[in-house]
């Protein structure tokens, strides 16, 4: 059931709406923070400036301009038809990779709303735009201390809207689980050491995605205490900075599985080998089929 205004809409296996955000990704005119990978300084996102324009200058995708890349607000809801939020349920957060728009790539190419359904998992996903279709990773307000917590904030209070049966409270009593393909890398990141959500995350999936700020990821795994799960699949794109990241966990005391488990609980800090298959399709094709069915319908009920 939906509210009267923003409704759920069939599409791509199941339903979906989209929603503006004010505590969107983008627009952002804030700094880059200094402790971002290969950076060491703080220095203004927008760089560029031509005839009152404003853009970043992107290592890989060179000059990008705020009014077509890093100004859409807009949010994609998703859930299956049989998600009830009166029952016990859990908000995914997904922070897709480099160019891609949402309906285009999330719900369409990479198929996530209809491999979220097939999970079984009583879950509704959230994802925000971030760089429309670029090749940039950039975080945008994700980077502030407390983005995280504000963001889901209002998402909660849009799925109070689309779900007035449960309204916002059912929402707010929900776990988190963080999902990161490829680029969605870093504003995962820094919304497990700084978004001000760490009592609700319960578990993080990276699919393909560590691809820098390897240390804030090990921070949060060995801050957590085992109080959450932790998953990165790989291929060979991400092979090395994974091993790095396990062989480290592993000289710090962690206890770390090698290929997925039969159930995700917290505790778990498992590294999944994929080998050679195709980056561009992994949220399709990797361990296996559909891999985002497979690992969500592992997660502990």
């Known amino acids: 059931m939906t509210g009267a205004g923003m409704q759920m809409q069939a599409a791509g296996g199941g339903h979906v709406a989209y929603a503006d955000f004010k505590n969107s990704a983008f627009p952002y005119r804030g700094a880059i923070p200094a402790d971002t990978d290969n950076n060491g300084q703080s220095r203004p996102f927008l760089d560029v400036s031509v005839d009152g324009r404003l853009a970043h200058s992107s290592p890989r995708g060179g000059t990008l301009w705020e009014d077509t890349t890093y100004n859409d607000r807009r949010v994609l809801f998703a859930a299956g038809a049989d998600f ?22 999330v719900v369409d190419r990479q198929q996530t709303v209809r491999q979220l359904a097939q999970s079984n998992l009583n879950a509704v996903m959230v994802a925000p735009q971030l760089a429309v279709d670029a090749q940039d990773s950039s975080a945008g307000n994700f980077w502030r201390p407390g983005a995280f917590a504000q963001f889901l904030d209002e998402a909660e209070t849009k799925l109070g809207e689309l779900y007035p049966n449960a309204g916002r409270a059912a929402f707010r009593r929900m776990p988190v689980i963080v999902v990161a393909y490829s680029g969605g890398y870093m504003p995962a990141a820094y919304s497990l050491v700084q978004g001000g959500a760490g009592d609700r995350i319960r578990g993080v999936i990276l699919l393909d995605a560590l691809y820098g700020e390897s240390d804030k990821f090990a921070r949060w795994i060995e801050s957590a205490h085992g109080g959450a799960f932790f998953i990165s699949a790989f291929s060979s794109s991400s092979h090395d900075q994974n091993a790095a990241l396990r062989d480290q966990l592993q000289r710090d005391g962690v206890r770390v599985d090698n290929g997925l488990p039969d159930a995700l609980r917290a505790g778990v800090v498992a590294f999944v080998d994929s080998g050679d298959v195709k980056h561009e399709d992994f ?19």
């Open 84 to 105: 009830d939020p009166n029952r016990s349920g859990v908000i995914i957060v997904y922070f897709h990779g480099n160019q891609t728009i949402l309906a285009r790539d």
């Open 283 to 301: 949220v399709n094709v990797a361990w296996t089929n559909d891999p985002l069915t497979d690992v969500l319908s592992r997660v502990d009920r």
